[in-house]
């Protein structure tokens, strides 16, 4: 049997050399891990090529099927190992080729779709995990997945115009809805709404919206500004009075946001005179303990008995000239409540304002107290170098930073004298000069500099004429100034009739003289001027043939409104 074995080898390799194995050249297994001495037929039960050796494991169904399903042919290596080789794509490329996203080799049913989905680009959060398939995926029925938008208002847009309470689409609302609901949440309600722009904290903590939203058809239009809801608790208080003294409306600078405005310090008091700090520091109770008169916190004292007693301030000056004991001569030589004196900011070279005030010192005094820089740019090159809205360094602004800006915190209000560098405003641009808004929305880089991308709907409204259908020019500048729509400038003599010279020139006052139906300006009237009454138009023309008494034929033989040319049925028509 053995030597029979060795002749069945020998006459495969004589008649089916390794070059011309019906396998192909790739197949390097020997032919007795398939085939035995008995017979070429294969069975798969007694073999012993292992399919799992090679870069296509069989699991699942593929281990019951039939070889020849994936392997038509001899040349083993033809197949294809990807899905769409044999399986058709029922779902039309809709959601690519990668079959095993979601099915197995176990079977085509799809058991965990949700968690799929959440390494998709639209993770299931909030009331989407319970939505129905179907009501984003409106061709789910037919198999297919076209790919949909992720953004909001993709889907919801129907919800964005629907809204009333408020109206987001008077209110021009952002359609990022993100912006007020969360992802996460399962309801529109303001119960979901992260109210981040304005933390609702201690005395702010209210479920009642409509106590700061008066209009209820626009939330955006409130400012965030203490003053803005609280300008009468500000004009009331009397002790201190806050307006007689000047107090800044910016309530945070000396309250919280606690209930009844207390506990509340006036912390830019330390650079009037320190009391929070120094030898002051926890020497006082009560605003009332240096500020006697409730009426007037301008007036203060130092010289009482329970602070600095005559008889021992006495004593301590007796060798000063020109010592008064009384509380203005004490800050004028004492300006910081220090013993050995005090140096005063506001009488030197660089008083502090605005934000400079509340500045650390060692923010401008890094490298000691002696020679430092007074200008802006010496502090602020990284605010100037870091600002994008506009970019300060792209368009080549100043870094004087006082140029435009003051020293009020946030770096706004701020002026930009240099705007006609840009552009230039005049007319009734000048009249926008202080606010920004009106052109920039809040966006300095990409504001349009040609008229039409600010007027377009001006154009597009405009009916007498009507700009639009009679595709007017819409370089505004053509006919207008800067300074009103009206009167207007056009080029009629050039483009249609000479009004502004010949005949015509000084002969009318309005547009509506000619154009008599303000609704149709292709319509024009010649005989209801006064020099082409009826009479004397028609004893003019007695000679001429087919004359006619209407407008269309004062043009037709009068394009230029030159009384010596004439187009008409005559011997002389100049043809």
């Not at 076209?146 to 919801?156: A, I, M, R, S, Y």
């Not at 970019?391 to 930073?401: T, Y």
């Not at 015509?504 to 006064?530: K, M, R």
Request: aromatic letters at 10%.
């Amino acid at each position: 049997m053995r030597e029979l074995s060795l002749l069945v080898l020998l006459f495969a390799s004589l008649f089916f050399p390794s070059s011309d194995s019906p396998h192909g050249k790739d197949l390097k297994i020997s032919c007795s891990e398939c085939h035995n001495q008995e017979s070429w037929k294969i069975n798969r039960n007694n073999i012993s090529f292992n399919h799992n050796t090679t870069h296509f494991p069989l699991q699942g169904q593929h281990r019951e099927v039939s070889c020849k399903s994936c392997h038509p042919t001899l040349v083993f290596s033809e197949a294809n190992p990807s899905c769409m080789s044999c399986h058709t794509d029922i779902h039309e490329q809709t959601v690519g080729f990668d079959c095993e996203r979601c099915h197995t080799t176990n079977s085509w049913i799809v058991e965990d779709i949700t968690e799929i989905h959440q390494h998709s680009r639209f993770p299931l959060l909030g009331g989407h995990i319970t939505a129905d398939c179907y009501d984003c995926h409106l061709t789910a029925s037919l198999l297919r997945f076209d790919p949909l938008g992720v953004e909001c208002v993709d889907c919801h847009l129907d919800n964005y115009q629907a809204t009333t309470a408020p109206n987001h689409v008077e209110a021009n609302y952002s359609t990022d809805c993100e912006q007020c609901h969360k992802m996460d949440a399962f309801s529109w309600t303001g119960a979901d709404f992260a109210h981040t722009i304005f933390p609702l904290t201690q005395g702010h903590a209210i479920n009642d919206c409509a106590r700061c939203h008066k209009d209820p058809n626009d939330y955006s239009n409130i400012s965030s500004e203490c003053i803005s809801c609280h300008e009468a608790n500000y004009n009331e208080t009397t002790n201190p009075n806050h307006q007689q003294i000047g107090f800044s409306t910016n309530c945070i600078e000396c309250h919280t946001t606690n209930p009844g405005w207390r506990p509340a310090e006036f912390k830019e008091h330390d650079n009037l005179f320190p009391i929070y700090s120094g030898k002051h520091g926890g020497e006082w109770n009560t605003c009332s303990d240096c500020h006697t008169n409730p009426d007037n916190y301008s007036l203060f004292t130092c010289t009482t008995s329970q602070c600095h007693e005559k008889n021992d301030t006495d004593g301590e000056h007796d060798e000063v000239g020109g010592y008064v004991y009384e509380s203005v001569a004490c800050l004028e030589c004492h300006p910081d409540g220090s013993g050995e004196g005090g140096f005063n900011h506001s009488i030197s070279a660089f008083p502090l304002t605005g934000a400079h005030i509340n500045a650390d010192c060692a923010a401008c005094h890094a490298d000691g107290y002696s020679n430092t820089p007074t200008l802006c740019s010496a502090c602020h090159t990284d605010d100037y170098t870091n600002t994008t809205n506009p970019n300060h360094v792209n368009i080549g602004l100043s870094d004087n930073c006082d140029d435009c800006h003051t020293t009020d915190p946030g770096w706004q209000p701020a002026s930009f004298d240099v705007h006609n560098d840009f552009f230039v405003l005049s007319g009734a641009h000048a009249n926008n000069a202080n606010n920004c808004a009106e052109c920039h929305n809040g966006d300095y880089n990409n504001t349009p500099n040609t008229c039409v991308g600010c007027h377009q709907e001006d154009y597009n409204q405009t009916t007498n004429p009507p700009h639009a259908s009679a595709q007017f020019s819409t370089d505004c500048q053509l006919c207008h100034s800067e300074s009103v729509w009206s009167p207007s400038t056009f080029d009629h003599d050039g483009q249609y009739f000479p009004i502004y010279s010949g005949k015509h020139n000084g002969e009318w006052a309005l547009c509506s003289d000619c154009h008599t139906v303000a609704s149709d300006y292709s319509l024009f009237s010649c005989i209801d001027c006064h020099e082409h009454n009826k009479a004397d138009t028609d004893k003019e023309h007695d000679e001429v043939s087919d004359y006619v008494y209407n407008s269309v034929a004062c043009l037709d033989c009068h394009p230029t409104g030159d009384e010596n040319f004439s187009n008409s049925h005559n011997p002389f028509k100049i043809r």
